[in-house]
T-cell receptor, first 113, second 111 residues
């Protein structure tokens, strides 16, 4: 049972570089989310997608973009990374928009130098 | 938007004792309140949730209470065990949509 797969697990990136974090789910969930986790701040929503073909902005969207070309994949792109984007990024999914439980991946640790 | 505050940020308990984590929320329209547990190196996992039409919910050693008037909810873990050591997050939302999370509580159970 795979659930949600994130890649890479960990990455060190120079400031100004472009980076895409990958997220794939095999549960056929409609809703997908990207959160960042920072010490003392908990989990903050970056972008979300209610269903394939649609995306929306969360609490902290600046500097990030997403796409949802199909049900399974929801990549997060940093067009020009900055040190403040150093964080642990979690992808999550849910069967639908209003169906409670989120299923999280194991995270991608990103360090921007 | 919703603002969720969580206390304490760290909690150390003796094995077998109880642990209590408290959260407050700002949006009176919030009606869904889940709790997630995050073990080291893993993503958060739902352990229990409560909706605004009930005041308390139990699942074995875990219970959650909700006071909508005061806009706060709490997680209670009884008879703590070493495997309860983790980071716990509370969250709140309207209609299960776009959860707002607290900052997290690191729980350490001492043997």
């Amino acid at each position: 049972i795979a659930g949600i797969t994130q890649a890479p697990t960990s990455q060190i990136l120079a400031a100004g570089r472009r980076m895409t974090l990958r997220c794939t789910q095999d549960m056929r969930h409609n809703a997908m989310y990207w959160y960042r986790q920072d010490l003392g701040l908990g989990l903050r929503l970056i972008h979300y997608s209610n269903t394939a073909g649609t995306t929306g902005k969360g609490e902290v969207p600046d500097g990030y973009s997403v796409s949802r070309a199909n049900t399974d994949d929801f990549p997060l792109t940093l067009a020009s990374a900055v040190p403040s984007q150093t964080s642990v990024y979690f992808c999550a999914s849910a069967p639908g928009v209003h169906t409670g439980e989120l299923f999280f991946g194991e995270g991608s640790r990103l360090t921007v130098l | 938007g919703e603002n969720v505050e969580q206390h304490p940020s760290t909690l150390s308990v003796q094995e077998g004792d109880s642990a209590v984590i408290k959260c407050t929320y700002s949006d009176s329209a919030s009606n869904y309140f889940p709790w997630y547990k995050q073990e080291l190196g893993k993503g958060p996992q739902l352990i229990i949730d409560i909706r605004s039409n009930v005041g308390e919910k139990k699942d074995q050693r875990i219970a959650v209470t909700l006071n909508k008037t005061a806009k706060h909810f709490s997680l209670h873990i009884t008879e703590t065990q070493p495997e309860d050591s983790a980071v716990y997050f509370c969250a709140a939302s309207r209609n299960d949509y776009k959860l707002s999370f607290g900052a997290g509580t690191t729980v350490t159970v001492r043997a």
